[in-house]
């Protein structure tokens, strides 16, 4: 009964997570399960550094990545392209956002949310894609300028 509740109280919120990482249903889907089979199996393991929802959230952002990893092919970027932060107008709404954050590449899209999305470092993206730090920077960079070019084009 408890595991239900547990269950009942996260999965909105760690399937639109894996949901985010994979853009695929069934792959979100079975990242979710998959992951909640790992939270009651390591329930035990929780030692109250974090919520819960974060330490869960850890749990499914793995499996997520798991899941499409070797799929991944992340693009060559010219270095010399200088980021610049994403001027999102307040006539898009957060469907049409979501609808082009799904509609980036693989590899940027999955940089990108968990860079601007979950708020991990690039470090930690590196060590989780096995990928290199630059790599990751690259990527979020070059999903900016895909996502302001789509954005413009809704415009």
């Known amino acids: 009964m408890a595991q239900r509740l547990l269950f009942e109280r996260y999965k909105r919120a760690m399937f639109s997570v894996a949901m985010r990482i994979l853009n695929d249903y069934d792959h979100a889907n079975d990242a979710l399960q998959d992951a909640f089979v790992e939270?009651?199996?390591?329930?035990?393991?929780?030692?109250f550094q974090s919520t819960l929802g974060v330490w869960i959230?850890?749990?499914?952002?793995?499996?997520?990545?798991?899941?499409?990893q070797l799929e991944w092919r992340f693009e060559t970027i010219d270095e010399t392209v200088h980021d610049q932060p994403i001027e999102v107008p307040d006539t898009i709404t957060g469907a049409v956002l979501d609808a082009a954050i799904r509609s980036l590449p693989d590899g940027a899209r999955a940089v990108f949310v968990l860079a601007e999305v979950?708020?991990?470092?690039?470090?930690?993206?590196?060590?989780?894609?096995?990928?290199?730090?630059?790599?990751?920077?690259?990527?979020?960079?070059?999903?900016?300028?895909l996502l302001r070019k789509k954005l413009a084009d809704l415009l």
């Open 57 to 68: 959230k850890t749990i499914v952002v793995r499996q997520a990545l798991r899941k499409r």
């Open 118 to 145: 979950e708020g991990y470092k690039h470090h930690e993206i590196a060590a989780m894609l096995n990928i290199s730090e630059g790599t990751s920077k690259s990527q979020v960079s070059y999903a900016r300028k």
């Open 39 to 47: 939270v009651f199996r390591h329930l035990d393991r929780f030692r």
